[in-house]
């Protein structure tokens, strides 16, 4: 059974910086790729950042390109988000996922494997 568990989200001003976590079982990052997705009041979701199985690839999207890292623990098969730098419309819940994506931009959902997301939100 895949299962995915993000975790780190809360609370924080503009500027400042938060670390998220996707722990995954059932599944592995050798052979998945995870991506990041936000979905803000509102609107549609969007991929933030994904990190490919093979190679260990990242790709961002544009609201996170300079801002945001990507990383993966394949020992904990835990995938992180580090995100600095933040801005009040990086507000939202970001959730992980399986994806597909390749560079320069483009990151996919797939397979239809996500957690239940956390909220991440940035004002003073």
């Known amino acids: 059974q895949v299962q995915l568990a993000e975790s780190g989200g809360g609370l924080v001003q503009p500027g400042g910086s938060l670390r998220l976590s996707c722990v995954a079982s059932g599944v592995s990052l050798d052979y998945y790729s995870i991506g990041w997705f936000r979905q803000a009041p509102g609107e549609e979701r969007e991929g933030v950042s994904c990190?490919?199985?093979?190679?260990?690839?990242?790709v961002y999207g544009d609201s996170a390109e300079g801002r945001f890292t990507i990383s993966r623990d394949k020992a904990e098969n835990t995938v992180y988000l580090q995100m600095n730098s933040l801005r009040p419309e990086d507000t939202g819940v970001y959730y992980c996922?399986?994806?597909?994506?390749?560079?320069?931009?483009?990151?996919?959902?797939?397979?239809?494997?996500w957690g239940q997301g956390t909220q991440v939100t940035v004002a003073s």
């Open positions: 996922a399986t994806a597909q994506c390749w560079s320069p931009r483009s990151i996919y959902a797939w397979g239809n494997y």
């Open positions: 990190i490919s199985s093979s190679d260990g690839v990242t």
